[in-house]
T-cell receptor, first 117, second 112 residues
């Protein structure tokens, strides 16, 4: 499978615990995005990377959230001291920067569904 | 901040009927994209529109970008059961910086 993969697919945790999610983008894609989606809503942008550089972070990304892409390939999203309000689907997407015609196309992974008890 | 609204929120149609969803942004967009998300699935890219007044077709799907680049529509002709899902528009405010603002989505169900 050459698409975007995410691990784990589901995570149940207790309030206050830390969780970490992993995203493996399509191999030649240099942009990687994280979104959060709650039931009945559209995905909300969290952050994105171009190669290993984190270029933008949403105000939704509180101090408890941190994302890394150390080698410009896979990325991790960590949530510290989870709260019930963090329960959501966390989606990762990747895209090419060049050619320009491909710039807008984001390919989404299957997501990690987080439930905080 | 930028807001993108879609109407209707839900649409139930008989198989074979047409379907349209409308997308409106609070600010001028550099581009708009459309995604489809099947129940339990993830968003799948359908198309991107960049030019003012642009119209693109994909088989039974017609996408339009408004002249002011603040609104868009997706029209499906003669719906089929495979069209079931939620359709999201997503607006880009700065082409090249692809932070997308997704709309609220329109959930389409088909009555066979």
């Amino acid at each position: 499978d050459t698409g975007v993969s995410q691990d784990p697919r589901h995570k149940i945790t207790k309030r206050g615990q830390n969780v970490t999610f992993r995203c493996d983008p399509i191999s030649e894609h240099n942009r990687l995005y994280w979104y959060r989606q709650t039931l009945g809503q559209g995905p909300e942008f969290l952050t994105y990377f171009q190669n290993e550089a984190q270029l933008e972070k949403s105000r939704l990304l509180s101090d408890r959230f941190s994302a890394e892409r150390p080698k410009g390939s896979f990325s991790t999203l960590e949530i510290q001291r989870t709260e019930q309000g963090d329960s959501a689907m966390y989606l990762c997407a990747s895209s090419l920067v060049w050619p320009l015609a491909a710039l807008g196309t984001q390919y989404f992974g299957p997501g990690t569904r987080l439930l905080v008890l | 901040g930028q807001q993108v609204m879609q109407i209707p929120q839900y649409q139930h149609v008989q198989e074979g009927e047409d379907f349209t969803t409308y997308c409106n942004s609070s600010t001028t967009l550099s581009n708009i994209q459309w995604y489809k998300q099947r129940p339990g699935g993830h968003p799948v890219f359908l198309i991107q529109l960049v030019k003012s007044g642009e119209v693109k077709k994909q088989k039974r799907l017609t996408f339009q970008f408004g002249e002011a680049k603040k609104n868009s529509s997706l029209h499906i002709t003669a719906t089929q059961t495979t069209d079931v899902g939620t359709y999201f528009c997503a607006g880009g405010s700065n082409f090249g910086n692809e932070k997308l603002t997704f709309g609220t989505g329109t959930r389409l169900t088909i009555i066979p």
